[in-house]
C-alpha cells in the first residue's frame, strides 16, 4: 500500500524559504514519477512541479526559477525547495506518485504572510 506523508511546511514571511519533504512508503521509489501541486482556498489543485524517474524536472510557469524538484531514492523521499515565496504561494501542497495510477499524500499547509 502506497503511503505518502509530507512535512515541512508553515507559516514564512514574503520573501522567505521552505523546503517541503514528501516521504514514500510501500512503493519502488525510483520507479515512479513523483509531483507536487497546491490547492489555495476556493482555488481547484494546480501542478506546481514534477520529477520522473530519471529525474528529469518540470515546473509550472509561476515558479519556475523560485522552486526546485529532487529526489534521493536513497531515502524514499521527494523534495520541494521553495524560495523568494509570495504571498500568492499560499496554499495545501500535496503531493503525488505516479505509476499508472496517481497516489496523493494528505497535504501540507503552506502560509506566506507577513
Known amino acids: 500500500q502506497v503511503q505518502l506523508v509530507e512535512s515541512g511546511g508553515g507559516l514564512v514571511q514574503p520573501g522567505g524559504s521552505l523546503r517541503l519533504s514528501c516521504a514514500a512508503s510501500?512503493?519502488?521509489?525510483?520507479?515512479?514519477?513523483m509531483g507536487w501541486y497546491r490547492q489555495a482556498p476556493g482555488k481547484q489543485r494546480e501542478f506546481v512541479a514534477t520529477?520522473?524517474?530519471?529525474?528529469?524536472?518540470s515546473y509550472a510557469d509561476s515558479v519556475k526559477g523560485r522552486f526546485t524538484i529532487s529526489r534521493d531514492n536513497a531515502k524514499n523521499t521527494v523534495y520541494l525547495q521553495m524560495n523568494s515565496l509570495k504571498p500568492e504561494d499560499t496554499a495545501v501542497y500535496f503531493c503525488?506518485?505516479?505509476?499508472?495510477?496517481?497516489?496523493w499524500g494528505q497535504g501540507i499547509q503552506v502560509s506566506v504572510s507577513s
Open positions: 520529477i520522473t524517474s530519471g529525474s528529469s524536472t
Open positions: 503525488n506518485a505516479v505509476r499508472g495510477l496517481v497516489w
Open positions: 510501500g512503493m519502488i521509489f525510483s520507479n515512479y514519477a
